[in-house]
């Protein structure tokens, strides 16, 4: 059972247009959601999180917005660049008893940026 | 100078043998975990470590067996290799958070590629 679900495999977009990739989830718990960028044989690497009591949280050109109410994230970037072509994997944390935090990842979406 | 490091970055074996890859991380993380990027690239949770101690163990095959000597390592071995193993396998670390003081970022290595013919 897949908590967290990318449904587009992969998009296409103009260099200088937005960008905007998207994620669904089924647990209400989840308590953090990250955006992870990556590149061919190299690891994924942490973009933006947003926490699950906020709805929106902005770095530069790239800004997460969370629907709760739908289970829904979105990433968008804004102007994408060439050099934003990659895989985007969507993932949200689950607490433990431990104290510490499950990661669950989605399928990723692999966007490329056409010059 | 290199945050979570995995060795070796490429493996390639015969079914039925025993290997190991092993990971370091030079971050003072609490926890770490193994991840497995199959061929459906769906990265998928095996094992997590906090502090040595084990707290995620996803159902994977006995034949994977993690070893934390230090809450620096966790290495990864994995006996009678089958042509199913062949995956990415990544390992992360990251920080308890402590009232959400941060994001409590994931940071990966690079990965590990084994190929199991």
């Known amino acids: 059972d897949q908590q967290v679900k990318q449904n587009s495999p992969s998009l296409s977009v103009q260099e200088g247009r937005i960008s905007i990739l998207n994620c669904d989830y089924t647990n209400s718990m989840f308590d953090y959601f990250l955006w992870y960028k990556k590149y061919p044989a190299e690891g994924p690497t942490f973009l933006i999180s947003?926490?699950?009591?906020?709805d929106k949280n902005e770095d530069g050109r790239f800004t997460v917005f969370l629907n709760k109410s739908a289970k829904h994230l979105s990433l968008h970037i804004v102007p994408s660049q060439p050099g934003d072509s990659a895989v985007y994997f969507c993932?949200?944390?689950?607490?433990?008893?431990?104290?510490?935090?499950?990661?669950?990842f989605g399928t990723g979406t692999r966007l490329k940026v056409l010059a | 100078d290199t945050a979570v490091s995995q060795t070796p970055k490429y493996l390639v074996t015969q079914m039925g043998n025993d290997k190991s890859i092993k990971c370091e991380q030079n971050l003072g993380h609490d926890t770490m975990y193994w991840y497995k990027q199959d061929s459906k690239k769906f990265l998928k949770i095996m094992f997590s470590?906090?502090?040595?101690?084990?707290?995620i163990n996803e159902t994977v095959p006995n034949r994977f067996s993690p070893k934390s000597p230090d809450k620096a390592h966790l290495n990864l071995h994995i006996n009678s290799l089958e042509l199913g193993d062949s995956a990415v396998y990544f390992c992360?670390?990251?920080?308890?958070?402590?009232?959400?003081?941060?994001?409590?970022?994931?940071?990966f290595g690079e990965g590990s590629r084994l190929t199991v013919l």
């Open positions: 470590y906090n502090n040595k101690e084990l707290i």
């Open positions: 947003i926490s699950s009591i906020k």
């Open positions: 992360a670390s990251s920080q308890r958070l402590y009232g959400g003081a941060n994001t409590g970022e994931l940071f």
């Open positions: 993932a949200a944390t689950q607490s433990l008893t431990s104290g510490t935090y499950k990661y669950i």
